[in-house]
T-cell receptor
Framework: EAQVTQNPRYLITVTGKKLTVTCSQN?????MSWYRQDPGLGLRQIYY???????DKGDVPEGYKVSRKEKRNFPLILESPSPNQTSLYFC?????????????FGEGSRLTVL | SQQGEEDPQALSIQEGENATMNCSYK?????LQWYRQNSGRGLVHLIL?????REKHSGRLRVTLDTSKKSSSLLITASRAADTASYFC???????????FGAGTTVTVRA
């Protein structure tokens, strides 16, 4: 089954404790992206990757890092989480071109930073 | 920054009625997409309309695009309880590889 898998789905952590949210897709998609969703703000893009070893900042990259060493994986790293990073995070991937490709989303990772 | 903005923010209708929501955007686009999100779940792609298209249908969904007004509408006909969800428009411009999402319209279908 074609899917985007995120882990963990739920996480409560404390300020400053490094964490990684993993994302994996099995559709051989080149493009992958991370979004955060906050009430009233919709989805805001954090980082995206056009292909292996190619990453770029989205609209809200501060406090986050990503890496793309393999095509299927695109982990999101919070080196020193802060309470304002409490949010619902989504990983997404896309095949095809900019003009035709739909995004496939994971089920989300709800992060709480105390 | 948000490119698309949906209107209304929330909509409550009776089962069987039609639901219409609108999306306005600010800059010229390559395409516009609509997504559905059931509570707490990931977004699911519904339909994509290109900038040179004016109307598109998919099952009970009808999407229109008016590039002169920089707006799109999503119509769900004969709504069902299962249509209860949040609906988001997302726009793509020609020079970037990002999809910019609006804040969404929350639709509640009452039985």
């Amino acid at each position: 089954e074609a899917q985007v898998t995120q882990n963990p789905r739920y996480l409560i952590t404390v300020t400053g404790k490094k964490l990684t949210v993993t994302c994996s897709q099995n559709m051989n998609h080149e493009y992958m992206s991370w979004y955060r969703q906050d009430p009233g703000l919709g989805l805001r893009q954090i980082y995206y990757s056009m292909n292996v070893e190619v990453t770029d900042k989205g609209d809200v990259p501060e406090g986050y890092k990503v890496s793309r060493k393999e095509k299927r994986n695109f982990p999101l790293i919070l080196e020193s989480p802060s309470p304002n990073q409490t949010s619902l995070y989504f990983c997404a991937s896309r095949g095809g071109s900019v003009n035709t490709g739909e995004l496939f989303f994971g089920e989300g990772s709800r992060l709480t930073v105390l | 920054s948000q490119q698309g903005e949906e209107d209304p923010q929330a909509l409550s209708i009776q089962e069987g009625e039609n639901a219409t929501m609108n999306c306005s955007y600010k800059t010229s686009i390559n395409n516009l997409q609509w997504y559905r999100q059931n509570s707490g779940r990931g977004l699911v792609h519904l339909i994509l309309i290109r900038s040179n298209e004016r109307e598109k249908h998919s099952g009970r969904l009808r999407v229109t695009l008016d590039t002169s007004k920089k707006s799109s509408s999503l119509l769900i006909t004969a709504s069902r309880a299962a249509d209860t969800a949040s609906y988001f428009c997302a726009t793509s411009t020609s020079n970037d590889y990002k999809l910019s999402f609006g804040a969404g319209t929350t639709v509640t279908v009452r039985a």
